[in-house]
């Protein structure tokens, strides 16, 4: 008696193309065969996506002698306060798993939304491994060993189970993550050999639409084939074993309470509300949230210093070498520079009273423009409120619905946030890797849109491949743009940025800069063509609706530039004391950084913590980094050069920092 794999697919077709509604499938003796492909069929008319047109049964006979059979595996469940602290439970859980990137794993969820199939992502690298990344991998041919089917069909949790427990023994994959996309199920789970099925609820918000499935992949590449195989095709019947029908049945309406009953017409929307998402007050939430950012650690506060920058600042009475300042030239305290402020603020008046557009802009501003446009060689420059809306505003205005966005792993959160803002489709490419980028472009081909990366990484100080960037954007015919804010000053014999740093003449089609750094004022800026800069002007939201900049912030950074252009032995300065502080810190392993930022990993959000605290004691001004500003489980102390560090202080900052790191 052959054994057939039967399956379901229901669909609609809206304006031509044909969206996915529900599947289902089923292992069975032909004679259970009709009364399968009724219940599946029944099933395909009530799914909360809406009415199919058109439902296909297909039935495929397999060898039974080639079924696998797998226990099913053990079963653990997680109530979260909230979606956030269900990502944040599915992320330690994969953690322990040795997945550790979150940051590179929401956006690869990101990636699976709205797939039909499963990412196959590299467990270590976390690059995609699908050969056919449109269509992901599909597990499929799988079901319960006899006994509990009847209870099976209309229990989405035992059908996960079945999935995640066939998924768990492929040969190669450490671990699944998986989101529902039906919008009455805010359950997800993470599950892996060892971990068992972690159920998580919630892991995404009731109503959305958006589900998504990884599975991590830690065999040869070479083995890869024969994994996909088995996910796709190895018919395997899991062994609930232990359960019994009446304990499925039960652990899915203790965790299920929105769950359809057994009715055609059944709106599992108006069925009992989530208890688990009401919120009992309206201040409940940020209670909730407070309280397990404290638990993790990752809780910040404000910390005044009584002091302006300088290589000393100083904090209730006490003196710290400051090692985390962006003011690298010592620009923002220094006389020349605070004597134009103050006499702009005097002439001109604490506020610009208006939008550049309006009444705000003063000659200030337009000369501070030209002068920049200059230092970076562009035919023009905007100066916007912060270097924050300068890319949020240039992104939103460049790229809209329909375009694509390819964005560094590692960008900026402005450059993000003004990525979100745009509308058009984000494709994050791994960190500075440029044949992924490549690859990624190669998989969006024709599509209109962006690179964009950070010149300088903020938090790892790390520099971008800029000769392949520039020339991959040429390509592939999309605009390229780089943010400087932590390139200008610093790099290049004169401080110019990336270009002088590579000695192109070659350069991205939009630079954007902050004045807030190396520079010593506040304000971000863009230079370009005078095309790109007069479009700006006109569709930035940010420019238009934000005032401009006031008199004394503008005036401060023009008379930092001249110094700047002046005396670019400031800029050489920086580079000696880092290249000094970098091979101080050599037995940690640290290597020359090609900026002025130094990170030192400590990976534990909660050993940063202390060392930063430690460090302070001895009179050491530095911040420990943590999530979300760099990934969970890679905190680090980000240390950050100043031209005007005295040797001695490096060398006895150093020797603590070894101290204390170490242990
Ligand atoms: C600091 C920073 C910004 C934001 O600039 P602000 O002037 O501080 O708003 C943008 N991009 C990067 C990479 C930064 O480090």
Known sequence: MPLFNLRMHASRTDRGQEVHISGAERIAWDSSLPDLAHDLCQRALVHSRGL???????????????????????VHSYEEKDVASGLARALTLLASQGIDDSRRILALLEEA?????????????????????????????????????????KVH?????????????????????????????????????????????????????????????EGDKSDLDDCVHFLEEQPVLIDMGAYTSQQAKSIEKSLLPSQAPDSLHADTRNHEPHSSLQRPDKWAYL??????????????????????PGPYVSKQGKRYLLLSSNDYLGLANEERVKAQAAKALKTYGTGSGGSRLTSGSLCLHTAL??????????????????????????????????????????????????????????????????????????????????????????MDGDLLNFPKFLEIARRYDLLSMVD???????????????????????SADVSVGTLSKALGSEGGFVVGSQRLITYLR??????????????????????????????PWRVERLRDNTRLFCSLLAPLGQVLSPSAIVPVLLYDEAKALRCAAEL????????????????????????????????????????????????
């Not at 990412?119 to 990344?133: G, T």
């Not at 569709?539 to 401009?548: G, K, L, Q, V, Y």
Request: charged fraction near 25%.
């Open 157 to 217: 949790f035992v059908e996960a189970l079945i999935l995640a427990s066939k998924v768990a023994h492929a040969p190669g994959i450490c671990a699944e993550l998986c989101l529902s996309d039906d919008p009455d199920y805010v359950t997800g789970y993470v599950a892996s050999k060892s971990l068992g099925y972690c159920r998580i609820t919630p892991l995404k918000p009731l109503g959305s639409p958006f589900g998504g499935r990884i599975f991590f992949y």
């Open 287 to 308: 209670e909730q949230k407070l309280e397990s950012l404290r638990e993790q650690h990752l809780l910040r506060s404000i910390d005044p210093l009584s002091s302006g």
């Open 538 to 567: 006109n569709c930035a939201r940010s420019f238009i609706f934000s005032t401009a900049l006031s008199p004394a912030p503008v005036a401060a950074a023009h008379a930092a530039l001249n110094i700047l252009e002046a005396e």
């Open 369 to 458: 423009e030209e002068s920049l446009a200059r230092f970076k060689g562009k035919e023009s420059c905007l100066l916007f409120a912060t270097g924050y809306q300068a890319n949020v505003g240039t992104i939103q205005a460049l790229c809209g619905k329909g375009d694509v966005i390819f964005s560094d792993a590692l960008n900026h959160a402005s450059i993000i946030d003004g990525c979100r803002l745009s509308g058009a489709e984000i494709v994050v490419y791994a960190h500075n890797d440029m044949s992924d980028l490549e690859a990624k472009i190669r998989e969006h081909p024709g599509a209109h849109g962006l690179v964009v990366s950070d010149a300088v990484f903020s």
């Open 52 to 74: 199919p047109d058109a439902v296909y049964i297909t039935a495929k006979a397999l060898n039974p002698e080639k079924v696998l059979h797998y226990p099913a595996l053990a």
């Open 113 to 153: 939304r709205e797939k039909r199939g499963a990412l196959l992502v590299d467990a270590r690298s976390l690059e995609r491994l699908e050969r056919d990344p449109r269509r992901g991998v599909r597990a499929s041919c799988m079901d319960l060993e006899g006994g509990i089917r009847k209870i099976a069909q």
């Open 616 to 663: 302070a004691e001895r009179g050491i001004f530095v911040q420990a980094i943590r999530y979300p500003s760099v990934a969970r489980g890679r905190a680090r102390l980000r240390f950050a050069l100043r031209s005007d560090h005295e040797s001695d202080d490096l060398i006895r900052a150093c020797s603590w920092i070894l101290e204390l790191c170490q242990k």
């Open 484 to 506: 400087e804010a932590h390139a200008t000053g610093v790099l290049g014999a004169h401080g110019r940025g990336i270009e002088e740093y590579y000695g192109l003449s070659d």
